[in-house]
């Protein structure tokens, strides 16, 4: 069983499936990624993608931060709605200052 970490949890509770669906359309349009050539990259299928992008996917947090990183997007940017994000940066400091270990994106994508 894959262990889970603190950050990983509250995205769960903060991420918009909507939201990031909208901006990973957006970052694709810019930078002209097909949803076929995005998918093979990050190891899923063009469906799954396809769903994704249209906020009608359950996808896992980690398929969501490998389409973010693939994309080159800031994760707060990409996850967290404008209104929700205070509170997430407040949540992620009082993380940082007790015992769990806050692991950057790279690190989430490695496990």
């Given amino acids: 069983m894959k ?9 769960k509770n903060v991420y918009h499936k909507e939201y990031t669906g909208k901006i990973i359309r957006m970052a694709m349009e810019a930078n002209e990624w097909t949803v076929e050539a995005l998918a093979e990259a990050i190891g899923i299928t063009s469906d799954s993608l396809s769903r994704i992008r249209r906020g009608k996917a359950n996808a896992s947090i980690e398929t969501i931060l490998r389409v973010i990183y693939c994309l080159e997007l800031d994760a707060t940017v990409a996850l967290i709605p404008p209104k ?13 200052g007790s015992e769990y270990n806050i692991p950057s994106i790279d690190d989430m994508l490695l496990k």
């Fill in 84 to 96: 929700y994000r205070k509170t997430f940066k407040n949540i992620v400091g009082d993380a940082i």
């Fill in 3 to 11: 262990k889970r970490n603190k950050v990983t949890d509250m995205l």
